[in-house]
């Protein structure tokens, strides 16, 4: 039996792929339903299986579409068109994510891959619409575009893989331990299992729900390990290295970007945070390039698949971290600005600002829902560390005097001068800044030329968007000690300045590019060889070795504490000869590094500790004198000592 021919309906093809669109729209919709209801045995017709029905018949009937003259006009409609149609799924995709979200909280549902398969899908939808026929994938012009890009290409992938070394290489063992804020973000990855961390749209002391479980996907992979827990900020630094060189290259050209993603590349302080885990700035250094590469060249190409992309990945950062309210400010102050002092420039380029706007509302959707739910979830860091809500400001006034006016500019003050003036001590430990001195003069040449190249509206955002995070931070977060990490996510527009300003100072001196060539490449080799040589040497020798990390000796005890009892090979009862500092839970690497393992803090004096064959005494710093005088009185026993640098951290006693 032969099959019917497919009829061709070509000219119906519009508003056949639309019905049939809903159709399958109201498939998911079923599925969503009925997967977020109990179980009732018996049933013969499911909850919400009449969408099913309905989807499968709106499938059947958009086959049934005759190519009349009336059909093929509404086809031909602009309301059918295929533009229309991809943003209309997108934002029906990306509100059934939605809706979802919200569904499966209230009935506690743990597993969320349908509700992210269909988000990302609205996102690809929303491309779709813009991007048409603009990209061409096909193998020949990519090959093209290697062929013209190839230097660039093997140069920036070649630097990726030195990235990629000084920032893997012992991952696990350095920094040596693990800080409090290291092991609450640990467990909290590990809660991702069930409970409220289950929604990818959550969120954590405004670490997004992604983040984390993307941190437990690595665990996962890795082991519930330091190297696992650490790997997604070590990424995070690689895959900056290509964002920084895409966005410097649109501002500079591409000396200016390879120039910046070298700096980036060998920063000690950008190596750092792509070994930690306490803070999630790490991740901007590539989110927000990116997102302002594809933002700016969209506008200036005027290509609204760029701008949509942007606005995409903008609404995406939501997910990994709160710096994401900042950028949309940030993007929201510059077209503003644009709007009224660069109209002639900007007005052309409205439809690709909308279509920016566009992309960023419809796949925010999920975050705002749950920002609008949960709004002390949203706003903790702001409750907890912010200049207004948390009291902060209003205690100054009191303690200095002085005006919240003059406080307030001390405090941008602070955040800028925390580039490349006030060591970075807050969750690092160097007592250097996070600019070295040559590379701060080339920022500080860079800022000078960027400013005065400002109507340029490249320059702007370049401006903009260290200028934006200087003042955010400045103004809206304390204390001032935590600027020097915080002001990480404007290290690419600093190494971007510093980059521009090298090539100025350089031009300055007669050894321009094209003027003397061979000058200018041996000029650049010998600063930028100075510099990576500096940073190594200020990370891996006078950091990385010298027991810097961790808030002090207590945080560090919490660490060696953790590794002391993962390796304790039974499950009888441990002692921790405990004081006001030293006591097992005062950190949460502890118990991430030990999986939890049950201890009993024991303050009393270790002599009226009867314990059985097999328990474990261990002793801090104050207390080893006391388990080494118990242990000489009561010998046969296995004792372990544990030093940190030269100092003696914790000793153990396993009872003979």
């Known amino acids: 039996m032969n099959e019917p021919k497919p009829r061709n309906s070509g000219s119906v093809k519009n508003i056949q792929r639309l019905v049939a669109f809903l159709g399958v729209f109201s498939l998911l919709l079923s599925q969503f339903l009925v997967f977020s209801q109990p179980i009732t045995e018996g049933v013969i017709f499911p909850p919400f299986a009449w969408l099913g029905v309905l989807g499968v018949i709106l499938i059947i009937v958009s ?74 994938l096909q193998p020949e012009a990519l090959k093209a ?47 991702t299992k069930n409970g409220v961390l289950t929604n990818p749209f959550s969120l954590w002391e405004n670490f997004g729900g992604v983040y984390l479980q993307l941190i437990y996907l690595s665990m996962r992979f890795f082991g519930t390990t330091s190297f696992g827990l650490r790997l997604m900020p070590a990424l995070g630094g690689i895959l900056a290295v290509p964002a920084v060189y895409l966005f410097a290259r649109w501002v500079g050209g ?49 290509e609204s698949w760029r701008t949509a992309l942007s606005g995409v990945l903008l609404a995406m950062h939501y997910s990994i971290y709160l710096t994401s309210q900042i950028v949309t400010g940030l993007i929201l102050i510059y077209m503003v600005i644009t709007l009224v002092f660069y109209r002639s420039w900007f007005k052309p380029r409205i439809p690709q600002a909308l279509v920016f706007w566009g992309g960023f509302l419809i796949v925010v959707m999920p975050a705002l829902y749950y920002g609008y739910t949960h709004p002390q979830d949203f706003l903790n860091r702001i409750g907890t560390s912010g200049t207004f809500q948390s009291g902060w400001l209003a205690n100054e006034i009191v303690i200095t005097g002085q005006s919240a006016a003059t406080i307030l500019a001390k405090r941008v003050i602070h955040a800028f001068l925390s580039l490349f003036y006030y060591p970075a001590f807050d969750f690092y430990g160097a007592p250097v800044p996070m600019m070295s001195m040559i590379s701060s003069v080339m920022f500080l040449a860079g800022l000078g030329i960027s ?18 995070s200087v003042v955010a931070i400045g103004i809206f977060a304390t204390p001032p000690s935590a600027d020097s990490y915080r002001m990480l996510m404007a290290i690419p527009a600093a190494m971007t ?34 510099l990576i040589i500096f940073n190594l040497w200020t ?27 993962s390796g304790i090979d ?8 405990s004081d006001d500092y030293f006591f ?27 314990p059985i064959s097999g328990e474990t005494i261990i002793a801090p710093p104050p207390r080893i004198p006391e388990l080494e005088q118990w242990a000489r009185a009561h010998p046969g026993g296995q004792l372990h000592y544990e030093y940190d640098c030269d100092t003696t951290i914790l000793l153990s006693y396993r009872v003979p």
């Open 451 to 468: 400013l005065w190249r400002i109507r340029n509206p490249v320059y702007l955002l370049l401006n903009g968007y260290l200028g934006g």
């Open 63 to 136: 086959q049934l579409i005759p190519p009349t003259p009336f059909w093929e006009r509404l086809s031909g409609g602009f309301v059918f068109g295929e533009k229309i149609f991809w943003v209309v799924a997108a934002f029906l995709l990306s509100g059934l994510a939605t809706g979802a979200t919200a569904v499966f909280m209230s009935y506690t549902r743990v597993n969320y891959i349908p509700v992210m398969t269909v988000w990302l899908l609205g996102a690809v939808c929303y491309l779709a619409a813009f991007a048409g026929r603009t990209i061409n």
């Open 539 to 565: 990370y891996y020798a006078d950091f990385a070795g010298q027991c810097r990390f961790a808030e002090n000796q207590v945080g560090r005890f919490a660490s060696y504490l953790g590794w002391e009892l």
């Open 584 to 610: 097992h839970g005062s950190h949460a690497s502890t118990l991430f590094l030990s999986h939890s393992r049950r201890v009993t803090n024991y303050r009393d004096p270790v002599d009226t500790l009867e």
């Open 497 to 530: 300045m510093a980059s521009i300003g090298f090539d100025q100072i350089l031009e300055f001196l007669g050894m321009g590019w094209n003027t003397m060539r061979n000058a200018y490449r041996f000029a650049v080799f010998t600063i930028l060889g100075s």
């Open 570 to 577: 039974n499950e009888l009862e441990v002692y921790l000869l």
């Open 254 to 302: 591409s000396r200016i970007a390879l120039m910046a993603a070298i700096m980036l590349a060998f920063s000690h302080s950008h190596i750092h945070f792509s070994r930690i885990v306490s803070v999630a700035y790490i991740q901007d250094t590539w989110l927000i390039p990116l997102e302002l590469y594809f933002l700016i060249s969209g506008l200036v190409k005027r």
């Open 145 to 191: 575009w290697f062929v013209k890009y190839r230097t660039e290409i093997i140069s920036v992938l070649v630097l990726m893989v030195f990235a990629a070394v000084v920032r893997i290489y012992r991952l696990g063992d350095i920094p040596r331990v693990l800080d409090g804020d290291e092991g609450l973000v640990g467990m909290s990855a590990l809660n």
